[in-house]
T-cell receptor, first 115, second 113 residues
Framework: KAGVTQTPRYLIKTRGQQVTLSCSPI?????VSWYQQTPGQGLQFLFE???????NKGNFPGRFSGRQFSNSRSEMNVSTLELGDSALYLC??????????????FGPGTRLTVL | KQEVTQIPAALSVPEGENLVLNCSFT??????LQWFRQDPGKGLTSLLL?????REQTSGRLNASLDKSSGRSTLYIAASQPGDSATYLC????????????FGEGTQLTVNP
């Protein structure tokens, strides 16, 4: 079974631009969560989608948004990029989400650099 | 607010040594705890998941224990190998936290040949 895939793997953007990241979960998984990882803050939860609905949201500004499609693929969008948005963005998939105690399987991440 | 702490932050050992990584959490009302491994610049690989009703889980040379009452978990790695070098993260999940995992800062392990 293929693992979680994320595209693109690397992105370089400038301040003020917007960016869209994509995540394809493991086949059969309906939950996709997004995390931001930085050296200073570690791993922080952004949001979780389940069956095309946002089920939970972390403490990030409204510039961070996401959506999930009927095939469970998910996209995350960051508008008006700031230098502090530079990070590794990870998505995780599971059958029903952490809410059901499922193991979370992570993708390789997208490294975003904002100049 | 749930806080997760991992000690030590970094650890360097010679090949073949048995070692223990520690994870502590402030709120004992967790649903489960998961240990991950992260190689530099890569995503997270799930190692072991322990449900709150369990005391330990084993996979190969890895053994993870959970003591909810004291808010602690340990990851035991037997006969360490250079390929075990990575950052190890623990994450806890609480039923009241929706679907978010709360992660520790990780322990960076180096196993020297």
């Amino acid at each position: 079974k293929a693992g979680v895939t994320q595209t693109p793997r690397y992105l370089i953007k400038t301040r003020g631009q917007q960016v869209t990241l994509s995540c394809s979960p493991i086949s059969g998984h309906r939950s996709v969560s997004w995390y931001q990882q930085t050296p200073g803050q570690g791993l922080q939860f952004l949001f979780e989608y389940f069956s095309e609905t946002q089920r939970n949201k972390g403490n990030f500004p409204g510039r961070f948004s996401g959506r999930q499609f009927s095939n469970s693929r998910s996209e995350m969008n960051v508008s008006t990029l700031e230098l502090g948005d530079s990070a590794l963005y990870l998505c995780a998939s599971s059958q029903s989400g952490a809410i059901k105690g499922d193991t979370q399987y992570f993708g390789p991440g997208t490294r975003l650099t904002v100049l | 607010k749930q806080e997760v702490t991992q000690i030590p932050a970094a650890l360097s050992v010679p090949e073949g040594e048995n070692l223990v990584l520690n994870c502590s959490f402030t709120d004992s009302a967790i649903y489960n705890l998961q240990w991950f491994r992260q190689d530099p610049g890569k995503g997270l690989t799930s190692l072991l998941l322990i449900q709150s009703s369990q005391r330990e889980q084993t996979s190969g040379r890895l053994n993870a224990s959970l003591d909810k009452s004291s808010g602690r978990s340990t990851l035991y790695i037997a006969a360490s190998q250079p390929g075990d070098s990575a950052t190890y993260l623990c994450a806890v999940y609480r039923e009241t936290s929706g679907s978010r995992l709360t992660f520790g800062e990780g322990t960076q392990l180096t196993v020297n040949p």
